[in-house]
Nanobody, 124 residues
Framework: QVQMVESGGGLVQAGGSLRLSCAGSGRTFSGSSKAWFRQAPGKEREFVARITVSDTITTYAESVKGRFAISRDNAKTTVYLQMNNLKVEDTAVYYC?????????????????WGQGTQVTVSS
């Protein structure tokens, strides 16, 4: 029902930028809200950003507000996460999530589908 391919991760120095991409297919992907989460080694998966389906309202975690931006293409086939002024603490595996099924949407358990994740490593 949902097929996703994540890309854009990599190794960058602090202060640099990366743009993550999550390309999906299927009715569920195109018609659902989307979000980005991240998980550092030994830590719980945490909310990063979310974008709604119809009104494209965006919400960000306090730790990334002003630095990251979530967006989608007009065809709703791809969701992006533009990451600027990266910090060492941003190092984590980033996951694309699709279809919010409950509240609060900042919790991983409220999302139905997940990508495989893409590694983002920020060096000092």
């Amino acid at each position: 029902q949902v097929q996703m391919v994540e890309s854009g991760g990599g190794l960058v120095q602090a202060g640099g930028s990366l743009r993550l991409s999550c390309a999906g297919s299927g009715r569920t992907f195109s018609g659902s809200s989307k979000a980005w989460f991240r998980q550092a080694p030994g830590k719980e998966r945490e909310f990063v950003a979310r974008i709604t389906v119809s009104d494209t309202i965006t919400t960000y975690a306090e730790s990334v507000k002003g630095r990251f931006a979530i967006s989608r293409d007009n065809a709703k086939t791809t969701v992006y996460l533009q990451m600027n002024n990266l910090k060492v603490e941003d190092t984590a595996v980033y996951y694309c999530a699709v279809r919010n099924t409950g509240s609060p949407y900042t919790l991983p358990r409220t999302w139905a589908y997940w990508g495989q994740g893409t590694q983002v490593t920020v060096s000092s």
